[in-house]
């Protein structure tokens, strides 16, 4: 079964610092991976994909198939970025496909 | 350009009733995937229509079913409902294919209580 892993249910960090939240997924094939993002009574939106190797909002996610990870990075966390982050990989082909998502980190960025 | 709207926001129900969620795709999408989230989980497939058809499930027992019409739009039903059945139900839309797959596009949700 295609897994994904957020190991950290919470995480606190200070303005300023800088940010890691960490998802792992298990090994097969070429995962397309994403980071979603839920700020508080916001719905569900896409943060990032791997394919795009972009930064949003200042965050960069890099895929390191060695470790089967997909860490979601920001080196100066602001207050605004507090919010609910998911990992997903998408799984299917053509036009059946699903996301599976990890359970989520919360993460809160104190002033 | 519309977003994804999904009614009603909340509900309440009691064990053994049964509901029907709705939800609007997104102007130019033809694929909806409906996704269950419970209280403190990521959220879970439960399938996907495309073209009127359903077009994969996950692990989901068979009184969860949906339709999808003309217009793209879709519902979830959901019978005999359990005190399990109760988290946040998730619309999503899409392209029809693998660069779609790219660009989901979430509602924000019907939150069903069970009692």
């Known amino acids: 079964a295609q897994r994904v892993t957020q190991p950290e249910k919470l995480l606190s960090v200070f303005k300023g610092a800088p940010v890691e939240l960490k998802c792992n997924y298990s090994?097969?094939?070429?995962?397309?991976l994403f980071w979603y993002v839920q700020y508080s009574r916001q719905r569900l939106q896409l943060l990032l994909r791997?394919?795009s190797r972009e930064s949003i909002k200042g965050f960069t996610a890099d895929l390191n198939k060695g470790e089967t990870s997909f860490h979601l990075k920001k080196p100066f966390a602001q207050e605004e970025d507090s919010a609910m982050y998911y990992c997903?990989?998408?799984?299917?082909?053509?036009?059946?496909?699903?996301?599976?998502f990890g359970k989520g980190t919360l993460l809160t960025v104190n002033p | 350009e519309t977003g994804v709207t999904q009614s009603p926001t909340h509900l309440i129900k009691t064990r053994g009733q049964q509901v029907t969620l709705r939800c609007s795709s997104q102007?130019?999408?033809?694929?909806v995937s409906w996704y269950q989230q419970a209280l403190g989980q990521g959220p879970q497939f439960i399938f996907q229509?495309?073209?009127?058809?359903?077009?994969g499930r996950g692990n989901f027992p068979p009184r969860f079913s949906g339709l999808q019409f003309p217009n793209y739009s879709s519902e979830l039903n959901v019978n005999a409902l359990e005190l399990d059945d109760s988290a946040l139900y998730l619309c999503?839309?899409?392209?029809?294919?693998?660069?779609?797959?790219?660009?989901?596009?979430f509602g924000a949700g019907s939150r069903l209580t069970v009692l």
């Open positions: 999503a839309s899409s392209q029809g294919n693998r660069a779609g797959a790219n660009v989901l596009t």
């Open positions: 090994y097969s094939g070429s995962p397309e």
């Open positions: 791997h394919i």
């Open positions: 997903a990989r998408l799984v299917g082909r053509g036009s059946n496909y699903k996301l599976t």
């Open positions: 102007s130019g999408h033809n694929t």
């Open positions: 229509y495309y073209r009127e058809e359903e077009n």
